[in-house]
Each structure stands twice: as structure tokens, then as C-alpha cells.
């Protein structure tokens, strides 16, 4: 049954992008990079009116059709409510990372740091460059080095208390969520796969 529905979903996706990418004489012409072509013409000749509208589109259709692009998959879906859940957490993490650092710039003496090698399963490049700068973004960690071949980052983490052991369990359970949160909200169905 969820192959048959995938199979539904699929054709309906289809169906949508023949309809945004005509293909007269068989070659694309994607109507949006047309439409934007056609907005950049408008604004190079700084009237608007209805001939430089029909130029550019005749413009951006001929451009489009004798110059296409090629098809690129950034390998990134949006889902909305993953999304949400992720922006929400993501927030919060900033929150009380700042505080946290900033307890520490203001409390004398030298706050405590590691160095953690955190593991993940995600293979996508895409998956793991948004990792990357989430884990950055948040103060007090910053990614030294990635490792794709062996899947994993090492992460410099600044006022974190505890054992060394203890702040590297924390951290890799961290990255660890922070990666189940990203690949929802923006991963393929093969990069979800992966976290299962």
C-alpha cells in the first residue's frame, strides 16, 4: 500500500513539473527561470511597460531554450513541520549556549574546554554541511574537522563542566539530535533512512 501511494505521489510530482517545465521541441524551458529573466530585462532597461515585459520573456524563453541548465538535486527536501520542531530546539540551544558562555566570560579564570570527536550517520554531503554550521552557529562549539570518509567531526566545545568523558557523551549525544532534527526537516528519503 505505501508503494502504491508513493508511486500516486510521484506522478503528481511529475505532473507539476511538466506543467512549470514545458518542453517545446523537446528542450526544458523552466517558466520560473524564464519569469526571473524576464524581471531581470524589465530592470536593466528600467521601464516598465508592456514591451519590455514581452522582451524579456521573449528573451528569457529563448535564452532558456537555447542555453538550459543542467538538472541539479542539492539533495535537500523542506518539510515544515520538521522544520519548526528544528527551528524551535535550534533557538532554545542558542539561548542557553550564550548564557552559558557568557557565565563564563564574566566568571574569573579560564572556562573548561574539549576537544570531541562526535560520530555521524548521515553519508549526504549536503546533510553534513548543514550540521556543520548548525553545530558553529551555537556559541561555545565550533567544528574543527570534518571526516566523511569515517563520519564524524571533531568539535571544540568552550565552558561545558564535567569530566572529559561527560562533556564528550553530552556533545555526541547533542550533535546526535541535532543531526535526527536536520535530516527530518531537510533530508531526502534515503538520507532519513539512514538515521533508522
Known sequence: MTAKRETEREARREAERDWLVPRPFGRPVPLALVGWLALIWVMLWGELSFGT????????????????????????RFRPLPFVRFLAWFLLDLVMSTARVVFWVLRSGSPPTAIVSAPLRTSSEAMTVMIMVAVTTVPGSVVLAADRERGRLTIHVLGRSGTDAEVAEVTRLEVAALERRIVSAFGTGDDRKELK
Do not use: C, E, K, M
Request: charged residues 5%.
Open 53 to 76: 515585459v514581452l522582451g524579456g520573456l521573449a528573451t528569457g524563453a529563448v535564452v532558456t531554450f537555447l542555453l538550459p541548465l543542467p538538472a541539479l538535486d542539492p539533495g535537500i
